[in-house]
């Protein structure tokens, strides 16, 4: 009778320990920072270790400026756990934005002057700081020869494994190894099937929630060759539902353009980086109305 007793112990101890683990995947639990894999991006000057495949949005601006020069522009982001990791570059003077940046935009998005530390990852010198915002942020800015690079971690502190394992990993270089990015929504941090619909009851408005999601990356959409021929103008306005596992699901359209622009508008609405909105202490997914201006200057 013991000994069955034991069998029976052992049995349910297996089966707590499958429940567990099955309850950890269903939740999305990130992989650690040893599991995570490193990328890289064409014509770029870096490559970083990141938790699962980024979205990436790559905007050119033919004749941008006084100089009349191309300037392209790239926003990569994650979200995994509560964080999110994100890396804008852009080509047009590097050194001139490294400049505007210290000087106007740091301080203007609430990264905290007295924080400024130097940072040197190899060779290529820039400046870090923290954030003022309560869920905790570290960003670091610099300028190679080529490319101004603003690399952010939101939602934890620098004291956060996660976190300095991220800026760790940065290289510079002509030369760097990874998985090659090319432009796309990325890879969720859990599986998540797009055709199915959150339940509406699932979905929070703003006012439901206690502390709202943070925004933190929207790239905006860019024209169709048609409907800059047009000269096609106006706003595609999006019903969305921002996951509790940092996708964007659910996306129609309220009001749309024609020539592409409304697909368009749906492809950048799905490469939006946030963190979810919270509720007795879980994140939740909330329904949100999104709006996309299309301009011709």
């Known amino acids: 009778m013991a000994h069955l007793q034991k069998r029976i112990v052992l049995l349910l101890c297996t089966l707590l320990l ?46 941008y400026g006084l100089g009349g020069k191309d300037r392209t522009q790239r926003f990569l982001g994650v979200y995994a756990d509560g964080v999110v990791y994100t890396i804008y570059s852009a080509d047009d003077d590097p050194q001139k934005m490294f400049r505007f940046s210290l000087e106007r935009s740091m301080p203007s998005q609430g990264w905290e002057r007295s924080t400024e530390q130097p940072v040197d990852r190899d060779g290529v010198t820039g400046k870090q700081f923290t954030s003022s915002n ?17 690399i952010q971690a939101f939602g934890a502190t620098a004291a956060d494994p996660r976190v300095q394992h991220f800026f760790s990993s940065l290289t510079f270089g002509k030369k760097n190894d990874g998985i090659e990015v090319s432009d796309g929504p990325g890879t969720p941090f859990e599986p998540v099937d797009g055709s199915v619909k959150v339940p509406p009851d699932t979905a929070f408005s703003s006012k439901q929630v206690d502390r709202k ?11 169709t060759e048609q409907a800059r021929q047009a000269q096609i103008t106006g706003v595609v306005v999006l019903k969305a539902v921002l996951s509790a596992n940092g996708s964007v699901l659910n996306i129609e359209a309220k009001s749309g353009l024609v020539f592409g622009l409304t697909d368009r508008a749906i492809e950048a609405a799905r490469r939006i980086k946030f963190i979810p909105a919270e509720k007795d202490g879980k994140f939740v997914a909330t329904a949100v109305t999104l709006e996309y201006y299309f301009n011709l200057y």
Do not use: C, N
């Not at 499958?18 to 990130?30: E, I, K, P």
């Not at 650690?32 to 991006?41: E, G």
């Not at 933190?216 to 024209?223: G, H, N």
């Open 18 to 63: 499958v429940a567990v683990d099955a309850l950890a995947q269903s939740v999305g639990v990130a992989p650690p920072p040893s599991a995570w894999q490193r990328y890289r991006v064409k014509d770029e000057e870096f490559s970083i270790a990141l938790p699962t495949l980024p979205a990436m949005t790559t905007i050119r601006d033919p004749k």
């Open 134 to 150: 309560p869920l905790g942020g570290v960003i670091q800015i610099f300028a190679t020869k080529k490319h101004f690079y603003r």
């Open 213 to 223: 999601f943070v925004l933190i990356q929207k790239p905006e959409p860019s024209y």
